[in-house]
Nanobody, 123 residues
Framework: QAQLVESGGDSVQAGGSLRLSCHYLGHGYNIYYMGWFRRAPGKEREGVAALRAGDAYYTDSAKGRFTISQDIAKNTLYLQMNSLQPSDTATYYC??????????????????WGQGTQVTVAS
């Protein structure tokens, strides 16, 4: 049974930084893509960044501010977030998929999800 556990969410001031972690285990299949997504209050879940074999994909909201990375030895996916803004306030989720996808940052492409970690950015 695949499990993904996010951590690192917190409340910060605008302009601050956070690093989210996602520990994944129990995957009895080849992970093709790993990604970070978020859901802001009253909005649909949206993509942030995705990673496959060293290739990173970012949505426009994340480009230049966020960095996705992975420590394979630790089974951990990271999201370094810099220059945070109040508009980044959301619950952040990590997810994996076991197949090729056409849109790596689309939540619809992913099958396995964590429970999320809350990020709040104050102005």
């Amino acid at each position: 049974q695949a499990q993904l556990v996010e951590s690192g969410g917190d409340s910060v001031q605008a302009g601050g930084s956070l690093r989210l972690s996602c520990h994944y285990l129990g995957h009895g299949y080849n992970i093709y893509y790993m990604g970070w997504f978020r859901r802001a209050p009253g909005k649909e879940r949206e993509g942030v960044a995705a990673l496959r074999a060293g290739d990173a994909y970012y949505t426009d909201s994340a480009k230049g501010r966020f960095t996705i990375s992975q420590d394979i030895a630790k089974n951990t996916l990271y999201l370094q977030m810099n220059s945070l803004q109040p508009s980044d306030t959301a619950t952040y989720y990590c997810a994996t998929t076991d197949r090729w996808v056409d849109a790596p940052t689309s939540p619809d492409e992913y099958r396995f999800w964590g429970q999320g970690t809350q990020v709040t950015v104050a102005s």
